[in-house]
Protein backbone atom coordinates (compact mmCIF):
# COMPACT_ATOMS: atom_id res chain seq x y z
CA UNK A 1 0.00 0.00 0.00
CA UNK A 2 1.27 3.11 -1.46
CA UNK A 3 1.54 6.42 2.02
CA UNK A 4 0.75 9.21 0.28
CA UNK A 5 1.84 12.10 2.72
CA UNK A 6 -0.05 15.58 2.86
CA UNK A 7 0.36 19.53 2.81
CA UNK A 8 -2.38 21.25 3.73
CA UNK A 9 -1.77 25.25 2.81
CA UNK A 10 -2.74 28.19 4.31
CA UNK A 11 -0.70 31.37 3.54
CA UNK A 12 1.72 29.62 2.14
CA UNK A 13 2.65 27.83 5.16
CA UNK A 14 2.05 23.82 6.40
CA UNK A 15 -1.13 23.62 8.32
CA UNK A 16 -3.64 20.86 10.04
CA UNK A 17 -7.08 21.57 10.92
CA UNK A 18 -8.51 19.38 12.94
CA UNK A 19 -12.26 18.62 11.37
CA UNK A 20 -11.59 21.15 8.60
CA UNK A 21 -12.21 23.79 11.24
CA UNK A 22 -10.25 26.77 10.43
CA UNK A 23 -10.65 27.95 13.54
CA UNK A 24 -8.78 24.77 15.01
CA UNK A 25 -5.55 25.58 12.73
CA UNK A 26 -2.28 24.72 13.80
CA UNK A 27 0.87 25.92 11.34
CA UNK A 28 3.51 22.88 11.62
CA UNK A 29 5.98 24.32 9.04
CA UNK A 30 6.77 27.73 7.21
CA UNK A 31 8.38 25.79 4.40
CA UNK A 32 6.14 23.31 2.53
CA UNK A 33 8.79 22.86 0.06
CA UNK A 34 11.13 21.58 2.50
CA UNK A 35 8.21 19.84 4.22
CA UNK A 36 7.92 18.28 0.78
CA UNK A 37 11.43 17.38 -0.64
CA UNK A 38 11.72 15.60 2.93
CA UNK A 39 9.16 13.43 1.92
CA UNK A 40 10.97 12.72 -1.48
CA UNK A 41 14.41 12.06 0.36
CA UNK A 42 12.25 8.83 2.70
CA UNK A 43 11.57 7.18 -0.51
CA UNK A 44 8.27 8.63 -1.15
CA UNK A 45 6.12 8.92 -4.77
CA UNK A 46 3.20 11.10 -4.34
CA UNK A 47 1.64 14.04 -2.48
CA UNK A 48 -1.83 15.15 -1.38
CA UNK A 49 -1.50 19.34 -1.72
CA UNK A 50 -4.30 21.22 -0.49
CA UNK A 51 -5.02 24.97 -0.61
CA UNK A 52 -7.20 25.08 1.79
CA UNK A 53 -7.41 29.34 1.27
CA UNK A 54 -8.42 28.39 -2.15
CA UNK A 55 -11.33 26.29 -0.56
CA UNK A 56 -12.49 29.16 1.72
CA UNK A 57 -12.39 31.30 -1.24
CA UNK A 58 -13.53 28.93 -4.12
CA UNK A 59 -10.65 29.91 -6.00
CA UNK A 60 -7.10 28.57 -6.13
CA UNK A 61 -4.97 31.05 -4.03
CA UNK A 62 -1.56 28.94 -3.85
CA UNK A 63 -0.59 28.56 -7.15
CA UNK A 64 3.03 29.13 -6.57
CA UNK A 65 3.45 26.53 -3.55
CA UNK A 66 2.75 23.74 -6.50
CA UNK A 67 4.95 25.68 -8.95
CA UNK A 68 7.97 25.66 -6.56
CA UNK A 69 7.11 22.32 -5.03
CA UNK A 70 7.46 21.30 -8.34
CA UNK A 71 10.68 22.99 -8.93
CA UNK A 72 12.26 21.37 -6.32
CA UNK A 73 11.33 17.61 -6.68
CA UNK A 74 9.90 15.21 -8.65
CA UNK A 75 6.77 14.51 -6.49
CA UNK A 76 3.61 13.78 -8.48
CA UNK A 77 1.25 15.83 -7.01
CA UNK A 78 -2.53 15.53 -6.84
CA UNK A 79 -3.72 19.36 -6.43
CA UNK A 80 -6.86 20.18 -4.96
CA UNK A 81 -8.99 23.63 -3.23
CA UNK A 82 -10.91 26.08 -5.37
CA UNK A 83 -10.92 24.56 -8.57
CA UNK A 84 -14.29 25.58 -9.82
CA UNK A 85 -13.37 26.20 -13.66
CA UNK A 86 -11.38 24.73 -16.51
CA UNK A 87 -9.16 27.73 -16.50
CA UNK A 88 -8.17 27.07 -13.15
CA UNK A 89 -7.88 23.09 -14.45
CA UNK A 90 -5.59 24.63 -16.86
CA UNK A 91 -3.63 26.52 -14.45
CA UNK A 92 -2.68 23.65 -11.82
CA UNK A 93 -1.82 20.88 -14.88
CA UNK A 94 0.54 23.71 -16.36
CA UNK A 95 2.40 24.44 -12.49
CA UNK A 96 2.92 20.51 -12.82
CA UNK A 97 0.13 18.57 -11.23
CA UNK A 98 -0.44 14.97 -11.92
CA UNK A 99 -3.80 15.30 -10.55
CA UNK A 100 -6.93 17.56 -9.77
CA UNK A 101 -8.84 17.06 -7.11
CA UNK A 102 -12.25 17.41 -7.07
CA UNK A 103 -15.37 17.20 -4.49
CA UNK A 104 -17.76 20.29 -4.42
CA UNK A 105 -17.95 20.80 -7.84
CA UNK A 106 -19.04 16.85 -8.47
CA UNK A 107 -21.91 17.68 -6.58
CA UNK A 108 -22.89 20.84 -7.91
CA UNK A 109 -21.72 20.78 -11.51
CA UNK A 110 -21.71 17.02 -12.91
CA UNK A 111 -22.20 18.83 -16.77
CA UNK A 112 -19.00 20.85 -16.43
CA UNK A 113 -17.39 17.96 -14.78
CA UNK A 114 -18.22 15.47 -17.02
CA UNK A 115 -16.85 17.88 -19.69
CA UNK A 116 -13.71 18.20 -18.07
CA UNK A 117 -13.12 14.63 -18.14
CA UNK A 118 -13.19 14.87 -22.14
CA UNK A 119 -11.19 17.84 -22.36
CA UNK A 120 -8.12 16.84 -20.27
CA UNK A 121 -8.59 13.00 -20.02
CA UNK A 122 -10.52 11.27 -16.92
CA UNK A 123 -7.27 9.61 -15.75
CA UNK A 124 -6.46 13.44 -14.43
CA UNK A 125 -9.26 13.77 -12.05
CA UNK A 126 -9.31 12.30 -8.34
CA UNK A 127 -12.49 11.99 -6.82
CA UNK A 128 -12.77 12.93 -3.37
CA UNK A 129 -15.88 12.04 -1.45
CA UNK A 130 -15.64 13.25 2.35
CA UNK A 131 -18.17 11.80 4.41
CA UNK A 132 -19.99 12.94 7.13
CA UNK A 133 -21.90 9.81 8.21
CA UNK A 134 -22.08 7.98 4.80
CA UNK A 135 -23.70 11.38 3.44
CA UNK A 136 -21.20 13.70 1.44
CA UNK A 137 -19.78 16.65 2.74
CA UNK A 138 -18.56 19.95 0.58
CA UNK A 139 -17.64 23.34 0.71
CA UNK A 140 -14.58 23.14 3.34
CA UNK A 141 -16.82 20.21 5.04
CA UNK A 142 -19.98 22.71 5.65
CA UNK A 143 -22.59 22.06 4.08
CA UNK A 144 -23.87 18.11 3.67
CA UNK A 145 -26.03 16.90 0.86
CA UNK A 146 -28.76 14.13 0.73
CA UNK A 147 -26.10 11.68 -1.36
CA UNK A 148 -25.02 8.71 0.53
CA UNK A 149 -20.84 7.74 -0.07
CA UNK A 150 -22.02 4.26 -2.62
CA UNK A 151 -24.29 6.53 -5.10
CA UNK A 152 -21.61 9.61 -5.50
CA UNK A 153 -18.87 7.10 -6.31
CA UNK A 154 -21.38 4.81 -8.50
CA UNK A 155 -22.24 7.91 -10.64
CA UNK A 156 -18.50 8.65 -11.49
CA UNK A 157 -17.36 5.43 -11.38
CA UNK A 158 -19.57 4.68 -14.49
CA UNK A 159 -18.16 8.32 -16.02
CA UNK A 160 -14.82 6.75 -15.63
CA UNK A 161 -13.27 7.34 -12.21
CA UNK A 162 -10.46 5.03 -11.16
CA UNK A 163 -8.97 6.86 -8.02
CA UNK A 164 -11.60 7.74 -5.05
CA UNK A 165 -10.39 9.28 -1.65
CA UNK A 166 -12.68 8.84 1.16
CA UNK A 167 -12.20 10.76 4.27
CA UNK A 168 -14.56 10.38 7.30
CA UNK A 169 -14.56 14.51 8.63
CA UNK A 170 -15.28 13.13 12.50
CA UNK A 171 -11.87 11.42 11.97
CA UNK A 172 -9.94 14.42 10.44
CA UNK A 173 -7.13 15.38 12.28
CA UNK A 174 -8.03 13.77 15.71
CA UNK A 175 -5.23 10.44 15.28
CA UNK A 176 -8.03 8.46 16.50
CA UNK A 177 -8.11 6.10 14.21
CA UNK A 178 -9.26 5.86 10.37
CA UNK A 179 -12.62 4.69 8.76
CA UNK A 180 -11.99 0.85 8.37
CA UNK A 181 -15.11 -0.34 8.24
CA UNK A 182 -16.41 1.98 6.02
CA UNK A 183 -13.78 1.60 3.33
CA UNK A 184 -13.59 -1.80 3.43
CA UNK A 185 -17.57 -1.47 2.16
CA UNK A 186 -16.39 0.95 -0.65
CA UNK A 187 -13.62 -1.28 -1.36
CA UNK A 188 -16.27 -4.14 -1.89
CA UNK A 189 -18.82 -2.46 -3.97
CA UNK A 190 -15.97 -0.91 -6.37
CA UNK A 191 -13.35 -3.53 -6.08
CA UNK A 192 -11.41 -1.84 -9.23
CA UNK A 193 -10.77 1.42 -7.62
CA UNK A 194 -7.35 3.31 -6.71
CA UNK A 195 -8.77 3.86 -3.43
CA UNK A 196 -7.24 6.29 -0.91
CA UNK A 197 -8.23 6.12 2.79
CA UNK A 198 -7.83 9.19 4.38
CA UNK A 199 -8.31 11.15 7.99
CA UNK A 200 -7.88 9.39 11.12
CA UNK A 201 -4.59 7.53 10.49
CA UNK A 202 -1.97 7.62 13.57
CA UNK A 203 -0.09 4.33 13.57
CA UNK A 204 1.71 2.00 11.58
CA UNK A 205 -1.01 -0.17 12.70
CA UNK A 206 -3.64 1.81 11.19
CA UNK A 207 -1.59 1.47 7.73
CA UNK A 208 -1.78 -2.61 8.47
CA UNK A 209 -4.91 -2.64 8.84
CA UNK A 210 -6.14 -0.53 5.97
CA UNK A 211 -3.89 -2.51 3.89
CA UNK A 212 -5.85 -5.69 5.36
CA UNK A 213 -8.50 -4.16 4.29
CA UNK A 214 -7.75 -3.67 0.46
CA UNK A 215 -6.70 0.15 0.36
CA UNK A 216 -4.29 0.63 -2.06
CA UNK A 217 -3.18 4.09 -0.58
CA UNK A 218 -3.38 5.90 2.66
CA UNK A 219 -2.77 9.71 2.98
CA UNK A 220 -1.09 10.28 5.77
CA UNK A 221 -0.87 14.05 7.47
CA UNK A 222 -1.02 14.99 11.32
CA UNK A 223 0.69 11.58 12.32
CA UNK A 224 3.70 12.67 10.49
CA UNK A 225 3.64 16.37 12.00
CA UNK A 226 3.46 14.86 15.35
CA UNK A 227 5.60 12.32 14.89
CA UNK A 228 3.05 9.57 15.17
CA UNK A 229 4.44 8.41 12.18
CA UNK A 230 8.31 9.29 10.88
Known sequence: ???????????????????????????????????????????????????????KAGKVQNLQVLKNIMAATKLEIDFGGGIKTKESIDEVLAAGASFITVGSIAVKDKESLVNWFDIFGVEKFILGADVIGKNIAIHGWTETVEKDVFSFIEEYHSAGIRQVFCTDVSKDGKLEGPSTELYKEIISRFPDLFFIASGGVSSLEDLAELKAAGGRAAIVGKARYEQRIT
Do not use: W
Open 1 to 55: MEIIPAIDIIGGKCVRLTQGDFNQKKIYHEDPVLVASQFEEAGLRRLHLVDLDGA
